[in-house]
């Protein structure tokens, strides 16, 4: 593929946002399913409402430039969605499996944070002052829901998979506790045998 202007890149970039919005759109109402906290439930249904808005702010953005968006995958979503399916499908204590949701959802807004930051610079230094606005505005709401989950995960979901990992610690010192005191039973009874 021959990227020949700046203009061509901003509509390669857009297309490739476009294509990664719509993934997302798929993905985030089974992460919100399998999130077992409450609060990051409702963050990940917000901003699949939020996500709504970005795939129509970018239509309005192809319709300002006068581009079409369809046509191109998003590799790098389909792989940060591929390895979002693993935390999807794995099992544990709903603290851990949360915020194993959570890095995965990090790492796809620290992409989306990155392309359209990158796609904004393209339309500001062309020009396309209503443009680089639209995508400033998605930007923020990407940057919002990033701090969004950091704030659920260190006051919500760490706290408790730390206690549960103390609690499995505890059970597992006692268990080795009544294991020593069983052996220890067992040998006393053979030697007065």
């Not at 993934?23 to 439930?41: C, G, H, I, Y």
């Not at 020009?127 to 940057?143: M, R, S």
């Amino acid at each position: 593929m021959e990227i020949e202007s700046l203009d061509k890149l901003l509509e390669d970039s857009l297309k490739d946002i476009y294509s990664a919005e719509n993934q997302l759109l798929k993905a985030l109402p089974k992460m919100a399913k399998a999130a077992s906290n409450e609060t990051l439930k409702e963050a990940f249904t917000s901003h699949l409402e939020e996500t709504q808005g970005q795939v129509e702010r970018l239509d309005q953005m192809a319709e300002l430039l006068g581009i079409k968006l369809k046509g191109k995958k998003c590799k790098a979503m389909e792989g940060l969605l591929e390895e979002g399916k693993e935390a999807l499908e794995a099992e544990g204590p709903e603290a851990i499996l949360d915020s194993n949701l959570i890095a995965a959802a990090q790492r796809v807004e620290h992409y989306e944070i990155a392309a359209y930051g990158t796609a904004r610079a393209f339309a500001k230094q062309l020009g396309h002052e209503e443009v680089a606005d639209l995508l400033q505005e998605t930007l923020d709401e990407e940057k919002a829901c990033d701090e969004k989950l950091t704030t659920i995960s260190i006051d919500e979901i760490l706290p408790q998979a730390s206690s549960d990992a103390e609690s499995e610690d505890e059970e597992d010192a006692a268990g080795d506790e009544d294991s020593e005191e069983a052996v220890a039973t067992t040998s006393s009874r053979k030697s007065r045998r």
